[in-house]
């Protein structure tokens, strides 16, 4: 009977680093015998045993020491790429391992210019390579088409990503954004709005889609200030249960968006240099009030606070494009306080009435008295209402209905403005809380700069709700504003001080359903 041989143990990769030591040890202690051999022989040779055989000894110890010593750290400064190195190989070869494979982010590796190197292996182990396969006659293996496929994404200017079922990366282009966790895990280094992140959609197309397709417009890999910060367009396809289920393309649009970018930075500097005269002109309001109320008329009384109701509200705006550059930089906070739909739509009252009656509109206001206090700063929430109202009277027909109504569902209050106007499609429902965007059909008829809907958006998430939108093409728009009751985030709001970086980031998702989308 034939005896099969014996299968030899697969080598790995990880056994080479203990060889690799063991090797080192022994050529250390071969050379430092070899060193300790002819420095005896040259003092013998000299006479110095002879003379001094303690001074002789010494010598020799000594000499051994500071070479051990020496050659101990001239070993750990040498081999230290190569453990790093092979960290890296062992990680991307799936080896058991229980060591933690080298962060290519972190500083020691910059300095070094050693993080290209673990980038490069990375990059390499995470391309999509399939085994050769019988190919017809005259047909390039499946391999040399990928290679040659990849090669040509890799030149493109925009990015490509390919992640399987289990949402890790198989393949990604070199343009593609990405960041390397401690674990060496890859991930797109991107930016997105904290409710609207492709994992969230990627959730919801697996409850509800087998083929999906969504695009994400203006999505930053920085934050601002930050160095070579870019923006792409995302368009992101699903295909349920394929090993590609998830595709992703990022198409650099820096060049565009930047300029909307310096355009917010010289608003917000604007705004700022403007804060001083708004000041000024609120005092002068206050002290001549003060100073003519024996003298003044009722009516001229009423003309004061308006005045005073009107330059409070010109700070609070300039306040919040401050606050809204804030927001960009994930810093905006305020101070909340318990108040009443009701108390912040009087702040606004009278200036809505007479730009409603001045635009020929019929403004009709129901917030019904014992609805549930919610927390706010009275300014910027009376921002967001004037916001909504005048988008109401500027994109509904002369003589049309604006209806402005607060009604409380469990535990949030929904305040909704609707009008019967113009209305919007779908796609652009869709885009509407984006900075800066604009339809064609606004930009040619309605003044404005495309930041109003995204300052609002910005105040109402900063009070831990959501807004949304309903609209239908050529029958008007309802804007939803859903905030939760006072009851429902006092124990935060005061443990934090009345702050609101407890409810800044709260659970929710945008949901895109025909033409209704929240945020």
């Known amino acids: 009977m034939a005896i099969s041989p014996l299968k030899s143990k697969p080598q790995l990769v990880k056994d080479f680093w203990p060889r690799f030591k063991r090797g080192v040890v022994f050529i250390i202690i071969g050379l430092q015998v070899l060193i300790l051999i002819a420095l005896a022989a040259l003092l013998s040779s000299s006479g110095f045993f002879d003379d001094n055989p303690l001074g002789f000894t ?28 092979l960290a890296a190989l062992v990680h991307v070869a799936g080896e058991p391992t229980d060591s933690t494979p080298p962060n290519p982010n972190e500083q020691q590796f910059e300095k070094s210019g050693f993080k290209p190197v673990l980038q490069t292996i990375y990059q390499l182990a995470s391309d999509v390579k399939d085994p050769i396969e019988d190919t017809p006659p005259g047909t390039a293996p499946a391999t040399a088409v990928h290679t040659v496929l990849g090669s040509a994404l890799d030149q493109a200017v925009c990015g490509f990503v390919v992640l399987n079922k289990q ?12 960041r390397v966790d401690t674990n060496g895990v890859q991930s797109l280094d991107l930016i997105f709005n904290d409710a609207d992140t492709i994992d969230r959609w990627w959730d919801e197309c697996e409850q509800n889609a ?4 969504k695009t994400w417009p203006r999505i930053p890999n920085k934050l601002p200030n930050e160095e070579n910060r870019r923006f792409f367009d995302i368009i992101a396809s699903y295909n349920k249960g394929t090993e590609a289920e998830m595709v992703i393309t ?17 608003i917000a500097f604007a705004a700022h240099e403007l804060r001083g005269p708004i000041t000024v002109i609120r005092g002068y309001i206050d002290v001549l009030a003060d100073e003519l109320s024996t003298t003044l008329q009722d009516d001229q009384k009423e003309l004061f606070r308006r005045l005073a109701v009107s330059a409070n509200r010109l700070s609070g705006y300039v306040n919040n494009i401050l606050n809204t550059a804030r927001f960009d930089r994930r810093h905006l906070r305020m101070h909340l306080a318990e108040t009443s739909v009701a108390a912040v739509y009087d702040t606004i009252r009278d200036d809505m009435a007479l730009r409603a009656s001045s635009q020929n509109r019929l403004l009709s206001v129901t917030i019904p008295e014992g609805l549930p ?58 885009n509407l809380f984006q900075k800066f965007y604009r339809s064609h059909r606004s930009r040619e008829t309605v003044a404005g700069t495309g930041i109003g809907l995204y300052i609002s958006k910005a105040i109402v998430e900063s009070h831990g709700g959501n807004i949304g939108v309903r609209s239908e093409d050529g029958r008007g728009s309802t804007f939803i504003i859903s905030l939760p009751t006072y009851k429902v985030v006092a124990d935060k709001l005061k443990a934090g001080n009345n702050g609101n970086e407890t409810l800044i980031g709260n659970d929710g998702s945008w949901i895109k359903n025909h033409t209704m989308y929240r945020g």
């Not at 000499?63 to 400064?77: D, N």
């Not at 990022?250 to 310096?262: A, M, W």
């Not at 921002?383 to 209905?401: C, H, M, Q, R, T």
């Open 58 to 85: 010494a010598t020799l110890v000594a000499q051994s020491i500071l070479g051990v010593v020496a050659s101990v750290i001239i070993y750990h400064i040498v081999a230290r790429p190569i453990k790093h190195l």
């Open 167 to 178: 949402r890790q990366i198989t393949y990604a282009s070199k343009a593609t954004p990405l």
């Open 210 to 213: 087998v083929h999906a397709e």
């Open 250 to 266: 990022l198409i650099d649009r820096t060049h565009l968006y930047e300029v909307g970018e310096e355009e917010l930075d010289f």
């Open 373 to 430: 206090t919610i927390a706010a700063d009275t300014a910027s929430l009376g921002e967001v209402f004037g916001n909504l109202i005048d988008n109401a009277i500027k994109y509904s027909n002369e003589g049309g209905p604006i209806n402005v109504t607060a009604v409380s569902k469990g535990d949030v209050v929904e305040i909704a403005v609707e009008d019967h106007g113009i209305g919007m499609p779908s796609n652009v429902v869709s």
